[in-house]
């Protein structure tokens, strides 16, 4: 559960060309910008990145995002820094809905922290895929232990790996 105080809403139309000039303009420098009043936040995150480049739409669900909003967490932390959240709303229920960068290929199964392995999720089906991913690389885990037991040789390893992964995956995601 998160617990964002928001300090107000933008809109999506206003916020997505400024992560792209901040793209060219600022490619080695990260620095809080200020957008008219706003607080200062940081553009250049991978999460926002994402957002501008892959779209604001879920690829899981197919929910559009809605606006943007200047929030920030004080639950641990009571003079943390505002940044930008994604929030889209679900039109059967009318409840808001948070989103974020899905990691298309998850870190722990080898993916990458870059703009070629992210996608816009919305956090319901963003969570719903975490947990299968987690199974997945809990068999993995224990598979590896399995293969070097009854000696599998070290170099057939990572394809035998990689193409577990992917199975298990097609199994489970689909
Ligand atoms: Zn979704």
Redesign the pocket.
Known sequence: MNTYTRHSIISIGVVLPLIQQQELARKFESKRVSINDSPPVFLNSLRLKTFAEKGTV?V??G?SADYFAFERDVKNRENAPYHLNLWGIRDNSGRHILFTHDHILAKSLGGTNDLTNTQT??C??NSKKSQQEQKVAKIIEDLLKLWRHIGVPEATIPELKQFTINKLLHMVLV
């Open positions: 879920c899981g669900c929910l999720m919305c319901d089906c």
